[in-house]
Nanobody, 124 residues
Framework: QVQLLESGGGLVQAAGSLRPSCAATGRTGSTYAMAWLRQAPGKVREFVAQIRRGGGSTVYADSVKGRFTISRDNAKNTMYLQLNTLKLEDTAVYYC?????????????????WGQGTQVTVSS
């Protein structure tokens, strides 16, 4: 089992920045590809970004490319998401998740372990 705990969300004005993090505990050796996904009120959960265990391979949703940066520190078993130039439509609960393989995926159903989420609210 892997436990994931997000932190670092909050309230920020449009064009501002935040840096949520996700700490993994338990069988962290199983945390191969990790990802951030988000769910806005009344909408389905959507993929935001993924990073593989080595950290060199990342993929982003088109809506966040150039504004968000995903990273991980395997020594600390922690993943980060740098959110820059935030927009009102970025308001959502942000979840971290991990797969037990290193495959690339933008599909929520491919992720095995999930955190409880951290709220990011962007105000005008």
């Amino acid at each position: 089992q892997v436990q994931l705990l997000e932190s670092g969300g909050g309230l920020v004005q449009a064009a501002g920045s935040l840096r949520p993090s996700c700490a993994a505990t338990g069988r962290t050796g199983s945390t191969y590809a990790m990802a951030w996904l988000r769910q806005a009120p009344g909408k389905v959960r959507e993929f935001v970004a993924q990073i593989r265990r080595g950290g060199g391979s990342t993929v982003y949703a088109d809506s966040v490319k150039g504004r968000f940066t995903i990273s991980r520190d395997n020594a600390k078993n922690t993943m980060y998401l740098q959110l820059n130039t935030l927009k009102l439509e970025d308001t959502a609960v942000y979840y971290c998740a991990t797969k037990t393989d290193s495959g690339r995926s933008i599909y929520t159903g491919d992720y095995t372990y999930w955190g409880q989420g951290t709220q990011v609210t962007v105000s005008s």
